[in-house]
């Protein structure tokens, strides 16, 4: 090369080392622009949410009484395999202060680098608690919070960062504004308060863009119940989350507003079995009418935006207000119609339902076995397949999957007539005054 008044000459016999640097100059920018590009993130919550293709259950992988035992990741993996089995592709978690949360989002990302095409996403729960919530003290103080709650959501953040595609939304809170949360209720500000932090990390780029943002909650904490839930903090909470996730438990309401549940004098003529497939009915008719009262309020505000159902479930026993002295909701005959009702009604309205849940749970009644709370999953600590997925055993879905080293059996042994016996007719209206109510 020779410089002539400022200007650059290539001599023609430097053209070939010249446009030889050149190209390897393009090459090394166009790799380093590839490196710098983030990585592959999948699905977003905006594709994700209302797709049926992309069927969504509550998890909880405990094994154990008690939660010290935590699930392991070769566990949590049985358990992926079996979810995916069913078409299950987006999962709730409820906290991040156990190591269970982090284990599932690296067991996930440990299968999809083993498994080409294997997809599943997390709705990451960050627990939130208000001032002397579980303490044992009188007075808890509703509008100020746990000192925990900080650190809860700093650590939710972080796996979101360490995991952007395998997290699509952080819910903040679980049931923590329903007032029968007595526990550790707050008030919507406080709630109010995280999501907008979440929000401005997005806008700053600490967190993904496309990143969803909930609460999820009873109904009637979003507005769909009654007037002392209205107030202006719930209204700017309604605004400032990207989607509402809303429970709606038609089975609690058995016991505690059972009118649409009991047999009415027109259906007493019926036979038992047609008496309780109309009470399931009535009951999928109920959560609708639940989830239509949160989105009418959501609307009233002059506000549009997706609303979901982020728990809504129905246990197969009880020992107590819903079992065979109760309200006589609880056998695997009416948790298996419930599951397909909302199911079926769901998909069909383009409406995500995280379904409660996918495995029993015994530490979260330890002192009761037989309380409902640990009988809501889809299979049991057995490693059996409740009547609900008795048609999946069939179809050989499991064939190859074991939990815990045991294959995916039915209960009852698949005996249609043993199961059926423990199904018992909804109290009729005349009824409602005997003592077992």
């Known amino acids: 090369m020779v410089m002539h008044s400022g200007k650059v000459h290539i001599k023609l016999r430097d053209c070939g080392s010249f446009f030889s640097l050149l190209l390897s100059l393009i090459v090394l920018l166009f790799l380093v622009s590839c490196n710098e590009r983030p990585a592959d993130t999948g699905k977003t919550a905006a594709e994700i949410l209302g797709n049926p293709v992309y069927q969504a259950i509550s998890y909880g992988g405990y094994r154990e009484a008690t939660r010290d035992i935590q699930p ?15 078409g299950i592709k987006l999962l709730r978690t409820y906290n991040v202060h156990l190591e269970e949360a982090a284990n599932l989002l690296e067991a996930i990302r440990q299968m999809k680098q083993d498994t080409p095409g294997f997809e599943m996403y997390v709705m990451l729960g960050a627990w939130i608690d208000c001032r002397n919530a579980w303490t044992g003290l009188p007075d808890r103080i509703r509008n100020e919070e746990s000192d925990r709650n900080a650190v809860e959501i700093a650590r939710a953040v972080q796996l979101t960062q360490q995991y952007p595609d395998v997290v699509k939304i952080i819910a903040v809170g679980n049931e923590a504004m329903v007032h029968w949360a007595w526990d550790y209720y707050v008030e919507p500000g406080i709630i109010l308060k995280w999501v907008n932090h979440l929000q401005d990390l997005k806008k700053k780029g600490e967190l993904p863009e496309a990143l969803w943002i909930t609460s999820s909650d009873n ?24 989607f509402i996730s809303m429970h709606t438990y038609p089975m609690h309401d058995t016991h505690y507003n059972p009118e649409f549940w009991w047999v009415p004098e027109s259906e007493e003529h019926l036979p038992d079995l ?99 709370e640990n009988h809501f999953g889809l299979i049991n600590l057995q490693s059996q397949a409740k009547y609900v997925l008795w048609d999946k055993v069939d179809d050989g879905l499991f064939e190859g999957l074991t939990r815990d080293g045991k294959p995916i059996t039915k209960t009852y042994n698949g005996n249609l007539d043993s199961m059926m016996l423990d199904v018992k007719v909804p109290p009729a209206v005349a009824q409602i005054n005997q003592p077992t109510l």
């Open 219 to 242: 109904f009637a904490s979003w507005g769909g119940g009654g007037s002392e839930y209205h107030n202006d903090d719930l209204n700017r909470l309604i605004a400032a989350v990207d």
């Open 274 to 372: 047609e008496k309780t497939d109309a009470a399931m009915l009535r009951a999928r008719d109920y959560a609708i009418s639940q989830y239509e009262s949160v989105v009418k309020y959501m609307q009233n505000l002059g506000i549009n935006k997706p609303v979901h159902i982020g728990e809504t479930g129905w246990a197969s026993f009880s020992n107590e207000y819903y079992g065979h002295e109760g309200a006589r909701a609880t056998d695997e005959y009416k948790s298996a119609l419930y599951y397909k009702h909302i199911r079926e009604w769901t998909d069909r309205e383009g409406i995500t339902c995280f379904y409660f849940e996918a495995f029993d749970e015994k530490w979260k009644d330890a002192a009761n076995p037989g309380g409902s």
């Open 72 to 86: 392991t990741i070769p566990q949590l993996k049985e358990d992926l395999k079996i979810l995916s089995a069913l």
